[in-house]
């Protein structure tokens, strides 16, 4: 997600794991049992002015490598 300043980001939501800042532009990691992703977009869009986003589902190898080491 590209905001205007990425340094003024400050996002209080309940589900939200991370908020990384990287050369795309801020990384929102969050839980979607908790919070969805129209949530939390709408939650991100009442506060700031956001120039671009895409939402990323985890690769499957990591869901199963999850999946595997901590069961269901």
Same mark, same amino acid.
């Given at each position: ?9 400050? /996002?209080?939501? &309940? =589900?939200? +794991? ?5 050369? &795309?532009? /801020? ?12 949530? /939390?977009?709408?939650? @991100? /869009? ?14 499957? &190898?990591?869901?199963? +490598?999850?999946?595997?080491?901590? =069961? @269901?």
């Amino acid at each position: 997600m590209q905001v205007e300043r990425p340094e003024d980001f400050e /996002l209080k939501a &309940e =589900g939200v +794991k991370e908020i990384k800042n990287t050369e &795309e532009g /801020l990384e929102v990691v969050f839980d979607r049992e908790v919070i969805s992703a129209s949530d /939390l977009m709408r939650i @991100i /869009l009442e506060d700031y002015e956001v120039q671009d986003f895409q939402i990323r589902e985890p690769d499957i &190898e990591e869901v199963v +490598k999850k999946v595997y080491n901590e =069961g @269901i």
